[in-house]
């Protein structure tokens, strides 16, 4: 069982930066593939990026590459995604996800946090 908690989420401007944490519970969080998804209003939760249980692997959807970066600290077990150059269209919620496989780092995922709101103003 893995509990995730998100935070730093907010409101920025249009080409400002944010950076969203997620912190895992428990002492197994290096066996865990990670990956954040974002869900805007009216629209189906999205794949954002993902990371491999050691972090030597990354993944990153079109629309945020060059600008959102997935990185992790398993000796902190916590996952990152630094976002630069935020557009309004990155509004939405958030969520931090956990898989022990990599390839279900999607809709899939066994685990889930409860979401950080990112609101970016034109």
């Known amino acids: 069982q893995v509990q995730l908690v998100e935070s730093g989420g907010g409101l920025v401007q249009a080409g400002g930066s944010l950076r969203l944490s997620c912190a895992a519970s428990g002492r197994t969080f290096s066996s865990y593939a990670m990956g954040w998804l974002r869900q805007a209003p009216g629209k189906e939760r999205e794949f954002v990026a993902a990371?491999?249980?050691?972090?030597?692997?990354?993944d990153h959807t079109d629309s945020v590459k060059g600008r959102f970066t997935i990185s992790r600290d398993n000796a902190k077990n916590t996952v990152y995604l630094q976002m630069n150059s935020l557009k309004p269209e990155d509004t939405a919620v958030y969520y931090c996800a956990a898989d022990a496989a990599y390839s279900a780092i999607d809709l899939r995922a066994s685990y889930w946090g409860q979401g950080t709101q990112v609101t970016v103003s034109s």
């Open positions: 990371i491999t249980r050691g972090g030597t692997y990354t």
